[in-house]
């Protein structure tokens, strides 16, 4: 007798949700599932959300972040640092990237937000991070590239060897969620219920550039697609497929080598036949199968024995005449 397997339908209740902050109550849970959903709702929202950074940053006149500007208090070592903290939101949907040229020429402290006069299809929401301080009237220009990836990744892994002498590239935080906190508490007992079930409480804290309830759903969503598939069949019909694939790529890789290689390497083929073959320019397997039967008997000195010696060989290696090379 199959078992059937009886799954209690939990539900999600919004405790509090704003830009940056998020908490969560998931139940009723059987004993044991908090742990397993949370770990991996968890995992999912710190790896696998993708978000938007700044990969690298060309300032006039200046090559390598080692050095200093005129005007500007700060050395490029701590523009740098300070360009890697901004985050930044989507506005236009469907960009994923933006080339920004940017010109001050107040003096002053120059925070995050003065950046957003220049950009078209993204905004920077932590607007009061300071980038510099400039002590005169003397404009700066400067470009920077915005650019939509997932995790963190290190400027090393941005350069190109096409990109343009002069970018500074930098370390790129794309990652929207800053932290996430579960816990699991026994469920709240309700009359004539049985206390067989959990509660998970999830805390997410974000940059401002995602809310944690959307943040929550979409990580949801990536598990249940991995899920999803594992268990579909058009899935375990794509995997069958794959293993017949291979079957023929192997087969493919395997007469590939065979029409490479040189006739004269056969041992089962006659002196006599190679070097009717090697007179008329016919080296390999390979050339040899676009020919006719016709073509090889009117060459010269060869006759119906070698035809019969070259057809056994070519039989034995699942070749033939006139046959088409595999692509």
């Given at each position: 007798?199959?078992?059937?397997?009886?799954?209690?339908?939990?539900?999600?209740?919004?405790?509090?949700?704003?830009?940056?902050?998020?908490s969560f109550k998931i139940e009723?849970?059987?004993?044991?599932?908090?742990?397993?959903?949370?770990?991996?709702?968890r995992r999912v929202?710190?790896?696998?959300?993708?978000?938007?950074?700044?990969?690298?940053?060309?300032?006039?006149?200046?090559?390598?972040?080692?050095?200093?500007?005129?005007?500007?208090?700060?050395?490029?070592?701590?523009?740098i640092l300070n360009f890697k903290k901004i985050r930044i939101k989507n506005t236009i949907k469907g960009v994923d990237k933006e080339l920004v040229n940017a010109s001050i020429k107040e003096s002053g402290i120059i925070t995050a937000e003065k950046l957003n006069n220049f950009i078209t299809y993204f905004k920077i929401v932590n607007k009061d991070l300071i980038l510099f301080n400039k002590n005169n009237d003397k404009k700066i220009n400067f470009s920077f590239f915005i650019e939509k990836g997932k995790g963190y990744v290190q400027s090393e892994k941005h350069k190109?060897?096409?990109?343009?002498?002069?970018?500074?590239?930098?370390?790129?935080?794309?990652?929207?969620?800053?932290?996430?906190?579960?816990?699991?508490?026994?469920?709240?007992?309700?009359?004539?219920?049985?206390n067989d079930f959990e509660k998970l409480l999830i805390d997410i804290k974000t940059d401002g550039t995602i809310n944690p309830k959307k943040a929550l759903f979409k990580s949801c969503k990536i598990l249940l697609d991995y899920l999803s598939f594992i268990i579909s069949k058009k899935s375990y019909n794509k995997l069958i497929k794959n293993k017949n694939y291979d079957k023929k790529n192997d087969k493919f890789l395997k007469i590939k080598k065979i029409l490479k290689t040189k006739l004269s390497d056969y041992e089962n083929l006659s002196k006599r036949t190679l070097n009717c073959?090697?007179?008329?320019?016919?080296?390999?397997?390979?050339?040899?199968?676009?020919?006719?039967?016709?073509?090889?008997l009117s060459m010269k000195n060869f006759g119906k024995k070698s035809l019969t010696e070259l057809e056994k060989e070519m039989k034995n290696l699942n070749i033939s005449f006139k046959m088409k090379k595999p692509n």
């Open positions: 007798m199959k078992e059937d397997i009886i799954i209690t339908p939990p539900y999600i209740k919004v405790i509090n949700n704003t830009n940056f902050i998020g009723p849970l059987e004993i044991g599932f908090g742990v397993t959903i949370g770990n991996s709702i929202l710190l790896s696998s959300l993708t978000g938007y950074a700044i990969t690298y940053i060309k300032i006039e006149n200046i090559n390598h972040e080692f050095s200093s500007i005129d005007g500007i208090v700060e050395d490029v070592t701590e523009i190109k060897e096409e990109n343009l002498l002069g970018n500074i590239y930098i370390d790129s935080i794309y990652t929207p969620i800053i932290n996430v906190k579960y816990k699991i508490e026994q469920k709240d007992k309700l009359e004539n219920e049985n073959l090697e007179a008329s320019n016919i080296k390999t397997w390979g050339e040899l199968i676009l020919l006719d039967k016709e073509t090889v």
